[in-house]
Nanobody, 125 residues
């Protein structure tokens, strides 16, 4: 069974850090672009960051540049999202996705082949 499983969400104070993990099972993600999306209450889903299997291709939303870092461990079939200097505006359900560049790094969701179920990040004092 093909799956993307997110973990690492939780409650954190403003200015704090969290590391999200996305573990791929049932397929090897090296043929895909892997990325993170988020959806805040009452808002549309938005792309956060994406990475190619070599790690050389990365992209970040303007709102998280300089604060979030995406990385990949191909030996573990896992992608990480290190989130620092978290702000209340980062509160959302974070989803892992795998697919082609236009889908995972862009807004063409038809290019996303797999979605995880999401992990909740709450930034609050």
């Amino acid at each position: 069974q093909l799956q993307l499983v997110e973990s690492g969400g939780g409650l954190v104070q403003p200015g704090g850090s969290l590391r999200l993990s996305c573990a791929a099972s049932g397929f090897t993600p090296d043929a895909y672009i892997i990325g993170w999306f988020r959806q805040a209450p009452g808002k549309e889903r938005e792309g956060v960051s994406c990475i190619g299997s070599s790690g050389r291709i990365t992209k970040y939303a303007d709102s998280v540049k300089g604060r979030f870092t995406i990385s990949i461990d191909n030996a573990k079939n896992t992608v990480y999202l290190q989130m620092n200097s978290l702000e209340p505006e980062d509160t959302a359900v974070y989803y892992c996705a795998a697919g082609d560049y236009s889908g995972v790094c862009g807004s063409n969701y038809s290019g996303v082949n797999y979605w995880g179920k999401g992990t909740l990040v709450t930034v609050s004092s």
